[in-house]
C-alpha cells in the first residue's frame, strides 16, 4: 500500500513540483488550493493528481479538507505545508490587513494543517511532517516583517514539534527556499530582482521548484528516518544559517 501525501498549495508554484516529484515517488498524492480553479483543475488533468480547495487559514476549512481527502485516499501519512502568500511592503506602510493574512495562511496554517493530523500520525506511529520556510525566516528580508516573521515562526514550529514527535515516529522538518523561479517570486519588481536579488545568489541564477521538490521526496522517505528537526536550505548559496 501505498502511502498517501498532502501537499497545500499543491497545484502550482514550488507546491506543484512537489506533488509531482512525490506522485513519480509512488505516493498517492492530494493537491490542496486555495483559489484559482481554473489552473488547478489544469493541473489535476496534467497530472491526475486530485485537487481539493480549501483555505489553510481556517482551522474549520482544514478539518472539513482534511476529512474529504482522507475518505477518498486513506490516513494522511505526509504533510507538506507548503502553502503560502506574500504580501510586501515596507513596514512604516504595511497594514494590519497584510501582517495578518501573512500570519494567518503562513504560520497558523501549519497549526491548522498539522494538528488535526497529528493524533492519527501518533496512533500509527508513523507521520512526515515537512515544513516549506524560507530563506527570508532565516536571514529576514526588507519589505517583509510580516512574511520573515511568519517563516521564521514555521522554523520555531518545525523544532519543538520534531521534539514531541520524535518517539512516535513522526518526523518535522523544515525547508528554506531561496528565491525560486516562481509566479510569487517573478512579482517582486524586476528591477529589484535583476539588480538586487539575482546578484546576491553565489549561483547566480534562480532555483527550479524541482530542486526544492528533491529535497521534500528525500525528507518524506524511510531513508530520512533519524532526520528530524532539521532545516535544509536550498538557496543556491546565497545564506547559511
Ligand atoms: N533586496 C535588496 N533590496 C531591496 C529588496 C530586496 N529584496 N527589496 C527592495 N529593495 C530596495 C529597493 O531596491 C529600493 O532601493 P533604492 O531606493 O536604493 O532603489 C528600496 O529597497 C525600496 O524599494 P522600492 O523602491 O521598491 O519601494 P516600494 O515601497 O515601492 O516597494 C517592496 C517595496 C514592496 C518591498 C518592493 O521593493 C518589493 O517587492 N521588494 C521585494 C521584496 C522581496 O524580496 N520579496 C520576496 C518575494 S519572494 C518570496 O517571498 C519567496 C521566498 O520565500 C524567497
Not at 506522485?23 to 486530485?50: S, W
Not at 483555505?55 to 472539513?64: G, I, L, M, N, R
Not at 500570519?103 to 497558523?108: R, S
Request: charged share 20%.
Amino acid at each position: 500500500m501505498s502511502r498517501v501525501a498532502l501537499v497545500t498549495g499543491g497545484s502550482r508554484g514550488i507546491g506543484a513540483a512537489i506533488s509531482v516529484a512525490l506522485k513519480a515517488a509512488g505516493y498517492k498524492v492530494a493537491a490542496n488550493y486555495a483559489g484559482n480553479d481554473e489552473k488547478a483543475l489544469a493541473f489535476k488533468q496534467e497530472t491526475g493528481i486530485p485537487v481539493y480547495k480549501w483555505d489553510v487559514s481556517s482551522y474549520q476549512a482544514c478539518v472539513e479538507g482534511i476529512a474529504k481527502v482522507e475518505a477518498d485516499l486513506g490516513p494522511v501519512d505526509i504533510l507538506v505545508n507548503n502553502a503560502g502568500i506574500t504580501r510586501d511592503a515596507m513596514f512604516h506602510k504595511m497594514t494590519p490587513e497584510q501582517w495578518g493574512e501573512v500570519i494567518n495562511t503562513n504560520l497558523t496554517g501549519l497549526f491548522n494543517m498539522t494538528h488535526p493530523l497529528w493524533s492519527g500520525m501518533r496512533d500509527r506511529g508513523f507521520g512526515r511532517i515537512i515544513n516549506i520556510s524560507s530563506i527570508n525566516g532565516q536571514k529576514g528580508q526588507m519589505g517583509q516583517a510580516n512574511y520573515s516573521a511568519a517563516k521564521a515562526g514555521d522554523l520555531g514550529f518545525t523544532k519543538a514539534l520534531a521534539q514531541e514527535g520524535a518517539a512516535k515516529g513522526i518526523t518535522v522538518n523544515a525547508i528554506c527556499p531561496g528565491y525560486i523561479g516562481t509566479e510569487m517570486v517573478r512579482a517582486v519588481p524586476e528591477k529589484v530582482l535583476n539588480e538586487r536579488i539575482i546578484p546576491q545568489i553565489p549561483v547566480g541564477r534562480l532555483g527550479e521548484p524541482e530542486e526544492v521538490a528533491r529535497c521534500v521526496v528525500f525528507l518524506a522517505s524511510d531513508d530520512a528516518g533519524f532526520i528530524t528537526g532539521s532545516t535544509i536550505s536550498a538557496n543556491g548559496g546565497q545564506y547559511f544559517a
